[in-house]
């Protein structure tokens, strides 16, 4: 009498593992996606509406991900499928910790203004003169938005105003100078009493125009700025952030 042995087959077949298999190609794909569309655009690859696709389909597949991770981790425990709950888990994780600089991003955005000119000095806003063509030729423009944008300025970040530096001008613009090559902006022109230079974002490489003004006053030097992002309704935050490390970095250098 012939015998046949039975293969053993694991509880619950193939699925948990091919559930996970997807859910990390879902994760590999929106962590390429999200990660890759900022030196795209930035590389000229893509255009910025493209750009944007891209981080939309990402956060959609690392959705996905999840989803699938969840399914699998549930049929894995009920199934006794240890290594497939394992990746399921890891892939959760994965996901939980790509989507977290967005959710951040969005977050932000929503407890900001949609402004994107910030100033220490709303009444008279420091001139760009060195880079007023390229920002005329700039989606957002060279002049100041006005007293709209000043008011909603005010409310958002009532602690950018102007710094006074008990130091001589020749003093204070050697120091703005030095914090401005030091934070990687690429300086247009310097006069005795003025600097003009870019700022490029990490990771779009999204430029942002910044002009330093120098104001002798009665006790020391008046230091007023402005940031300005070329493209964009909102900076989520970007221009106040930069002025207020800036002129903290500043009067730290000078003490």
Known sequence: MTMQLKTAHPRGGRWPS????????????????????????????????????????GVYAAGGAVAMSVIALLLSMFTRRFTSALVAS?????????????????????????????????????VFEALANAREVAPNGVDYPGETTAQQQREAYPNISSLVLNETPQTVLAAAQAEAEEAGWRITRITDDHIEATATTRWFGFQDDVVIRLTEVENGVQVD???????????????????????????????
């Open 90 to 126: 890891l892939v959760i994780v994965g996901a939980a910790a790509l989507l977290f600089i967005p959710w951040q991003h969005w977050q932000r955005a929503q407890q900001v203004p949609a402004i994107h000119d910030i100033t220490t000095d709303t009444q008279n806003p420091p």
């Open 225 to 255: 700025m402005r940031s300005a992002s070329r493209l964009g309704a909102s900076d989520v935050g970007t221009n106040a952030a930069r002025i207020a490390e800036f002129l903290s970095a500043l009067e730290a250098r000078l003490k």
């Open 18 to 57: 091919v559930l996970a298999g997807v859910a990390i190609l879902l994760l590999a794909a929106a962590a390429l996606m999200m990660a890759g569309s900022g030196p795209a655009y930035r590389g000229n690859f893509i255009t910025l509406g493209e750009a944007f696709n891209w981080l939309r389909y």
